[in-house]
C-alpha cells in the first residue's frame, strides 16, 4: 500500500487521504482527468473512487486534487460507498443552501448520525470540513449496523425538480432514470398520442418521424400533461436525436406550459452526434427560461458518467459542486 503521508502531503485532508489509500489497495486503475499524473502518488486512488462513482470530477475534465472538500461532498462521498440508499430527513434551517446532488446524501447522512450540524441547527453544506469532522464522518460510517435500512425519502412537498423526457427506443428512458435517482427528483415521461411504431421510424423511408423533422410546424400531441408544473424549479429535458435536432413533440412540450423564471436542462441520447445546435433550436419556444448547456449520452450510459454531468453544473441555490 502506498504511504498515506504522500496523500496528506497533496492537499487532501489527513483523515479522506487514509480512506482513499485504503480504496485504493489492489485498485490498479489511472485516472482519466487532465490534472492527475499517471504517475502522481494518488493516481490509482482517484482512478478508482471515480470509475466506481464516489468521487467526481469537474466538468472541464480536472478532479481538483488541491480543492478542498465541503461537508456536502464528504456526505456524498460516504453515501455512494454505501450504495445511494434512499433517505429522508428533517430540514436543517440552511437546507435551501445544500446543492442538488448531496440532498439524498446529506438526508442519509442525518438519519444515520454520520456528520454532526454545526452551530443553530445548520448543516453548513459549502463550508469545509474539517480534519475532525472527516474522521468522525468515517468513524460514524464504519459503525453503522450492517443489517440497517435507512428509510426511504417521503413524497417531497412541491417538489423543485422535473426530469422530462421522450424516449422512442428506451435509450433516453435510461438516462432519464439515473437522473431522478441521482437528483431524488419527479420523473415525467413525453407520451406521444399516437405512439411511434418501427415503420414510423424507418428513416431510409418516408417515415412520419422524417415528415415531422422536415415540417417546421408539426406537433405531435401528447397524451398526458405534468400536474402542477409551476412547483418545479428546474427541468431537466430529455430526448433523441432525429437526423441533429430534437423531435417535434418537444417542441409541443415546450409551448404546452410557462416556463418563466425556471432552468431548463437539457440532454439528448445519440448513436455518435453530438447535441449540436438542438438544444440552441428549442430556446426560443421557452425564451422565459435560464437555459443551461446540454450534455450528449449514449443510451448505454452509466449511472457514474451520468452524475459526472450533474455534479458540474450550477443548478438554482447550488455553490460548486464535487
Not at 50 to 57: K, T, V
Not at 165 to 175: D, G, L, M, P
Not at 227 to 243: C, S
Request: glycine fraction near 8%; proline fraction near 5%; charge should be negative.
Amino acid at each position: 500500500m502506498r504511504s498515506i503521508k504522500k496523500y496528506a502531503a497533496l492537499g487532501l485532508t489527513l483523515a479522506l487521504a487514509l480512506s482513499l489509500a485504503v480504496l485504493a489497495f489492489a485498485a490498479g486503475n489511472g485516472s482519466r482527468f487532465s490534472d492527475v499524473a499517471a504517475d502522481a502518488p494518488y493516481a490509482e486512488a482517484v482512478g478508482w473512487a471515480a470509475e466506481q462513482g464516489y468521487i467526481n470530477g469537474y466538468s472541464d475534465g480536472r478532479f481538483g486534487v488541491s480543492d478542498p472538500v465541503t461537508r456536502q461532498q464528504v456526505a456524498a462521498i460516504l453515501w455512494r460507498w454505501a450504495g445511494s440508499p434512499n433517505a429522508s430527513g428533517e430540514n436543517y434551517a440552511d437546507e435551501a443552501a445544500i446543492s442538488a446532488y448531496a440532498r439524498t446524501a446529506v438526508d442519509w447522512s442525518r438519519a444515520n448520525s454520520v456528520m454532526a450540524p454545526r452551530s443553530e441547527g445548520r448543516f453548513a453544506p459549502q463550508a469545509s470540513a474539517s480534519r475532525g469532522e472527516i474522521a468522525a464522518a468515517l468513524y460514524q460510517y464504519m459503525h453503522l449496523p450492517k443489517d440497517s435500512e435507512t428509510p426511504a425519502p417521503e413524497p417531497a412537498e412541491g417538489g423543485k425538480v422535473l426530469i422530462s423526457y421522450f424516449s422512442a427506443t428506451n435509450n433516453t428512458e435510461n438516462i432519464a432514470n439515473h437522473l431522478k435517482d441521482i437528483l431524488n427528483a419527479d420523473l415525467y415521461e413525453i407520451t406521444p398520442e399516437t405512439p411511434y411504431t418501427a415503420a414510423d421510424l424507418n428513416y431510409n423511408t418516408d417515415c412520419r418521424a422524417n415528415r415531422e423533422q422536415n415540417d417546421a410546424s408539426a406537433r405531435p400531441a401528447i397524451s398526458v400533461g405534468v400536474d402542477n408544473m409551476e412547483q418545479y424549479d428546474v427541468v431537466f429535458l430529455g430526448y433523441p436525436i432525429w437526423w441533429g435536432q430534437a423531435p417535434k413533440i418537444i417542441s409541443t412540450f415546450l409551448e404546452s406550459y410557462d416556463f418563466s423564471g425556471k432552468t431548463i436542462v437539457p440532454f439528448c441520447t445519440s448513436g455518435s452526434s453530438g447535441i449540436g445546435s438542438s438544444a440552441a433550436n428549442l430556446q426560443p419556444l421557452a425564451s422565459a427560461a435560464a437555459w443551461l448547456d446540454g450534455q450528449r449520452f449514449s443510451g448505454s450510459a452509466s449511472r457514474s458518467t451520468v452524475e459526472a454531468w450533474v455534479d458540474g453544473l450550477t443548478l438554482p441555490s447550488e455553490g460548486q459542486e464535487n
